[in-house]
């Protein structure tokens, strides 16, 4: 069973600070997928990666998927209080589907 | 714009109730799902379903059971709720099952409480 882990748990800085949040896995990925959670909200995708070594960016956030399609990190630059959330790793492209525990981002003004 | 939408947002009920769970998609979507998710450990999937009729066990299925009778609704049933079902319960739905295109749309979540 794949196991997916993530850190930190909890990342709480000032707006305009750069942070990033991790993601590892037990086994390969099939895909990466990165959501965000807001509060009260379902989880929204922020970006899929497929190829190893991959980098794609969406304006501040970038994403980079490792060599071995084993890990991702997501790095955010100036943060914003609008990127406050919960940011979740998923494997949804093979025939399990699973999320990370996630990162609980807040950003304060 | 896709939209799930979900029953309640909040829900109590008392330990032994039958307790069920809606959830809509207006996409045409083949596939649906249901999940939970608890402090610390992620989303963890209950059932899926990839038609109508049709539902393959997640990871919990456990003191869990599901109805999907047309394709644009999925429930999910709770036969008697019990304390530790207590938590917050996501609905969504996809075009694809697996694959890099595998999005999935999700619902606001119900906040279930048995007590």
């Known amino acids: 069973t794949q196991l997916l882990e993530q850190s930190p748990q909890f990342l709480s800085i000032q707006e305009g600070e750069n942070l990033t949040v991790y993601c590892n896995s037990s086994s390969v990925f099939s895909s990466l997928q990165w959501y965000r959670q807001e509060p009260g909200e379902g989880p929204v995708l922020l970006v899929t990666v497929v190829t190893g070594g991959e980098v794609k960016k ?3 956030l970038t994403f980079q998927f490792g060599d071995a399609r084993k890990d991702s990190s997501l790095h955010i630059t100036a943060a914003q209080p609008g990127d406050t959330g919960l940011y979740l790793c998923a494997d949804l492209g ?3 589907f699973v999320f990370g525990p996630g990162t609980r981002l ?3 003004p | ?11 109590v009920k008392r330990t032994g109730e039958k307790v069920f769970l809606e ?3 207006d996409m045409d979507h ?3 799902f249901w999940y939970r998710q608890d402090p610390g450990l992620g989303l963890r999937l209950i059932y899926f379903s990839y038609d109508v009729k049709m539902k393959e066990k997640g990871d919990i299925p456990e003191g869990y059971s599901v109805s999907r ?10 036969e008697s709720a019990s304390t530790n079902q207590t938590s917050m319960y996501l609905c969504a739905s996809s075009s694809t099952a697996g694959g890099p295109d595998n999005e999935q749309f999700f619902g606001p979540g119900t ?4 007590l």
């Open chain 1, 58 to 60: 969406l304006k501040r």
């Open chain 1, 106 to 108: 807040s950003v304060l």
């Open chain 1, 94 to 96: 093979g025939q399990n």
């Open chain 2, 23 to 25: 959830c809509v998609q």
């Open chain 2, 30 to 32: 083949e596939n649906m």
């Open chain 2, 1 to 11: 714009d896709v939209k799930v939408t979900q029953s309640s947002r909040y829900l």
């Open chain 2, 69 to 78: 009778e047309k394709k644009e609704r999925f429930s999910l049933i709770l």
């Open chain 2, 111 to 114: 906040r279930l409480t048995v």
